[in-house]
């Protein structure tokens, strides 16, 4: 088994949110806690995005008001959203890890974690939001498609909170299918079923807003009748995960029940299915999580899950669950013939 790549870089440490649940904390733990594991790991420095990879999904002035907020001594986006002085460095550097593991898996098609921070997956074309300043995964992803001989991307978000900029990123696009799980009616408010894509994008946006207290059952069941069918229809080449673990049981900003393990299988699946349709990857990208000893222990999980076949957690299902996951199978079967029952 080769080691899985762990992207990190020191200064998202230096990313001063000021006291906010989106800290340098978050990262302290994650990387105490996969150190002192047995995992096989690699560690990677990644160099700063180009400005022209981030600007393939945000405005140039966008990114240019970003740069110069941090240069004049920072500021915020929105309410939640700082930018202080080191702050359009370690976004970069953020970006540029997506990159530069977006490359590496297509060459060599191995898995990836981001331990990276500013998160990404709320961040829209020409605005910050949800403690989010570029879109690391989106640039990535267009990253690929534009340079990486890649035509069909998966991306599987499982934070709490819908990746509302990621879906607005590639809404109009088939060359991103974009599967995400998150609570319903929690911010940023979007991500209903009906949201499926436009034009050419149609049907390639999947969204499953599930009600407070889902747990590991929800998880299971959005694989069985939506990720993995889905997968396996479009054969995707390359396979990336918001990874965000607000959505684990007991974070104080989510709430969703999911369990460690669940993200171990979430995770294990994701390969087995990268394997299916030789993909690269999957190469997953850390978002929320805010209760920083669960959130280490989720990010480990995950990571074994990259590395070894794990069993499926058992989970009763609940009739709101099988509801919700029923009405977006709805909504996308017309899209997809047959594949989706
Ligand atoms: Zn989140």
């Known amino acids: 088994m080769a080691p899985t790549a762990v992207y990190y870089h020191p200064r998202f440490l230096e990313h001063d949110t000021g006291h906010h649940p989106e800290s340098p904390d978050r990262l302290v733990a994650c990387r105490r806690a996969l150190l002192a594991g047995d995992l096989e790991l690699e560690w990677i420095e990644p160099d700063p995005a180009p400005l022209a990879d981030i600007e393939r999904v945000h405005a140039p002035a966008y990114v240019r008001e970003v740069r110069d907020m941090a240069a004049d001594g920072g500021g915020h986006l929105d309410w939640d959203t700082a930018v202080s002085p080191a702050s359009f460095e370690a976004a970069t550097l953020a970006a540029g890890a ?32 949800g403690f989010c300043l570029f879109n690391n995964i989106a640039v990535a992803a267009a990253h690929a498609l534009a340079v990486g001989g890649v035509q069909r991307v998966l991306i599987v978000d499982w934070d709490v909170h819908h990746g509302n900029g990621t879906q607005d990123a590639f809404y109009d696009d088939d060359r991103v299918l974009f599967v995400s799980m998150h609570q319903h009616g929690h911010y940023p408010g979007t991500g209903d079923a009906a949201e499926v894509g436009s034009g050419r994008g149609a049907g390639y946006t999947v969204n499953v807003p599930l009600p407070a207290g889902a747990g590991d059952a929800a998880a299971e069941a959005v694989f069985d009748a939506l990720v993995e069918p889905l997968a396996r229809a479009y054969r995707p080449q390359l396979v990336l995960v918001s990874a965000g673990f607000d959505s684990r049981r007991g974070d104080p900003l989510g709430g969703l029940a999911f369990s460690g393990p669940v993200y171990a299988w979430m995770a294990s699946r994701l390969c087995s299915l990268a394997r299916e349709s030789a993909a690269g990857g999957p190469v997953c990208f850390l978002e929320g999580g805010y209760e920083t000893a669960l959130l280490a222990d989720s990010v480990v999980s995950t990571v074994d899950g990259l590395q070894h076949e794990v069993p499926r957690p058992e989970a009763g299902m609940e009739r709101a669950v099988e509801a919700a996951v029923t009405t977006t199978v709805r909504a996308l079967s017309p899209y997809w013939d047959g594949a989706l029952t």
């Open 98 to 129: 997506g990159v530069l593991a977006v490359d590496r898996a297509v060459a060599d098609a191995g898995a990836a974690f981001l331990l990276v921070r500013p998160p990404g997956h709320h961040a829209l074309r020409d605005r910050g939001m």
